[in-house]
């Protein structure tokens, strides 16, 4: 059983990586992918109820990631249609694009980490947007962006769901996580940094600013207004979840919530076709439903692969045969390229227990760089890498050619520190 599910998972995920030679969209391929899973799963178990709870466990987290993605993306659209990130690209006015890759690189970076990477992907996605006409040169920022998102997030117990679970487990404290993780998630993202700089030369052609249609968007105290009340109720997330303990998609939704009654409010004077524009309704529909629903397919998919025991096996087989803590923890975050970061995770913490590895143990904070960091090497590998897929159209192969290079680079040299580092200290 478990060979045939780990074949349907081999060929769904090619289907997913050749989306354009194919032609067939890749939400496509990962539904079927994920269905097909948990069939195989269910038609040969002994006990058919034994699938269907585990199925229903893991649908639980990922109807969270889901409502998450669909929150956060709700939020940043509904910003957009007030032209609220037009506040940050005005004050970007450097046109060299030298300069613009390390603005880039050290904004996402920062709000990861204050963050998270997917919703900090999600905004500076469209803040290229806004500042790249030419559609080559923002796909390499945006290859970039991700780099940095992970980068941010790997060193933030806020900042990456895997750094989280590694927090709320009790593997890890956020003093220790920040101290010794920090400098080797910058080293994983200045060398991309570097070399995208050196390949960039001159000057950026911006997009052209529309006239604003003062009849929809009368002020900018309604521009700043949304879009300060956006950004704050993205920042509320970490410290809802630290306050209440509730999953983050709870405090997305809370802010959704607030941002629908404050904006019907701010617009209730206006006619139904001005408001229809600047509502939360058509923020809903202008959302990417394809890249959700291939989120869905990829994730039900992994807890198939989950729930059958296939990664935990994986996990045991490198403890037999690699040996190496180091070389053990460098393929963990190499394998989250391929399937997602938090099952591995998982199965680590589930194989490797605490009375081994006590809190703020060496392993523990080398996982959670590896884990947050490794996902960048494909643009599948991370939460950050499908949401810039699913904005900007990058094709697979196009990221395996430009970016992945940059970012095995990157993840390599800060693993090199971080165990250099803890060697000296």
Known sequence: ???FIAIIFILGYAAIALEHP????????????????????AVFSADKHIPVEFLTEHLGDVAGILFFLLGAMTI????????????????????SKKKLVWLVAFITFILSAVLDNLTTT??????????????????????????????????????????????IGGQITTGSIIIQTIIPSLVCLLLPAAIVSYQLNGTIEKTKSVEKNFNFTTSSRERNTVFWLGIGCLLFVPVFKTITHLPPYMGILLGL????????????????????LLSVNHALRKVDTPSVLFFLGILVSIAALQATGILTTAAVWMDEKIGNINMITICIGLLSAVVDNVPL????????????????????KFLAYCAGTGGSSLIIGSAAGVAAMGLEKIEFFWYLKKI???????YLSGAGVFILQDMIF
């Open 22 to 41: 194919i032609r067939v969209n890749k939400a496509a391929s990962a539904l079927i992918t994920g269905v097909l899973c948990w069939t195989l799963y």
């Open 345 to 364: 995770v998982a199965a680590a913490q589930g194989m490797y227990s605490m009375e081994l590895f006590p809190t703020d143990h060496y392993f523990w």
């Open 122 to 167: 999600i905004v500076m996605i469209s803040l290229l947007r806004k500042l790249i006409t030419k559609k080559e040169e923002r796909l390499l920022f945006a290859g970039l962006v991700v780099i940095a998102a992970n980068a941010g997030g790997a060193w933030s117990p806020i900042g990456d769901v895997t750094t989280t679970m590694l927090w």
């Open 76 to 95: 940043v659209e509904l910003i957009d249609a007030h032209d609220g990130f037009e506040i940050i690209t005005q004050r970007i006015q450097t046109s």
């Open 404 to 410: 992945t290079w940059l970012a095995l680079l990157g």
């Open 1 to 3: 059983m478990t060979t």
């Open 257 to 276: 919530g607030l941002m629908w009654i404050i904006t019907e409010i701010i617009h209730s004077g206006k006619d139904e076709e001005e408001k229809g």
